[in-house]
C-alpha cells in the first residue's frame, strides 16, 4: 500500500501540522505502508507536476495548518490543479484523510472544506483530523492527543486496506451537474496537459504567443477600420497642399509595421503607394508607427520629430522644413 501525503503548510518550526504527520507516518510505517510526503509549497510555481503522483497511491492525506482563515493558497491551488488536470478516474479510486490544525477559529469549517472539495473532485474523503493548538509543546506532551492520532492513522488504514465503501452524498449529484459542461478530456491528453503546465517557460512563452497574436489581430482590424493600405496613403492624398515649383520623390517607412510609403509630387499633383521594398529616393524618411501616427492626426511636425531623434531623415536637410509645408495636417 502506498499513500502520499500533501502538505499545506509553510513549513515553520512551530506549526503543530507537521508533529501530527510524523506520528500518522510513523503508524503507517508500523503498518508497511509506503510513504511519500510532498511540500506543496515547494510547487508554487507547478502545482499540476504533483498530478501523476496521484496515480502511485492508494490514498493520500492532504494537511493543511489554518494560520487565519481558511486552508492558505497552496492547499486550495493543489485542488485547484486537481479539479483540472488530475486524471478523475484515478481520483474517484482514492481516499482521502484530511488533517487541520488551527491557530484560530475554524479548523472543523476548514476540515469540512477540504472533504467537500476532494468530495466535488470525485475522491473518497474519510474522517481525518482537526484540532485547536493553543500551545505547541503541552499539545505534544499530551497522551490521549497522541492515541487520537494515531487510530485516526489506523482508522485510514483499516478503510483503505479493505476498500471500505461510503454512503453516497450530496456532492456526487453537485459534482455530475458541474460537469456537465467540462471538457472531456481522455487520461493520456490530462497527463499532457498538466505537464504542459507545469512548465514554467512553457506558461510564459504560451502567454507571450497569445498577447502577440492579440496585438496583432487587433492591428489588422484597426487597418481594415482605415482601409488597409489607405491608412497609409490616403491622409497624404486629403491633406497634400499643392506646390507649382516642388517636384519631389519621398519615401516614408514605417519600420515597426513593415510598410513603406512612396509619394510622388509634380506640382499640384501627389500619388501614393505602398510599396514592397524601401529604396533610395530624394527623401527618405524612417519612423515608428506611434510617430506616424501622431503626425497625420496633427499632433507633431516632421521637422520636430527630427528635431526630437524619433525620425530618422536621409536627403538634403534642407528640405525637411518644406516637408511640413507641403501637408496641412
Known sequence: MKINIYYGGRG?????????????????????VSCTRYNLSDYKTGMSALMPSLKEADAVVLASTLEWFGLGGAMYEFLDSCWMYADKETVSKLYMMPVVLSKTYGEREAKDDLISAWGLIGGKSLEGLCAYVSDKESFENNADYLKVIETAA??????????AGLLPSSN????????????????????QLSKYVAKEDYVKTQKKDIAELSGMFKELLIEEENGFDAYYTSPFEKHYIGHMDVLYSIMIAVTDKNKNILLRIAGDKLTASVEDVSNTYDINVSMDSDLFAEIINGRMTFQRAFMMGSLRYKGDFSTIKKLDSLFDF
Open 12 to 32: 515553520s518550526v512551530g506549526d503543530p501540522t507537521l508533529y501530527v504527520l510524523e506520528k500518522i507516518e510513523a503508524v503507517f510505517g508500523e503498518l508497511n
Open 154 to 163: 489506523e482508522n485510514t488504514y483499516r478503510c483503505v486496506s479493505k476498500n
Open 172 to 191: 456526487d449529484v453537485i459534482r455530475s451537474n458541474v460537469l456537465k459542461d467540462a471538457i472531456a478530456l481522455t487520461p493520456k491528453e490530462v497527463e
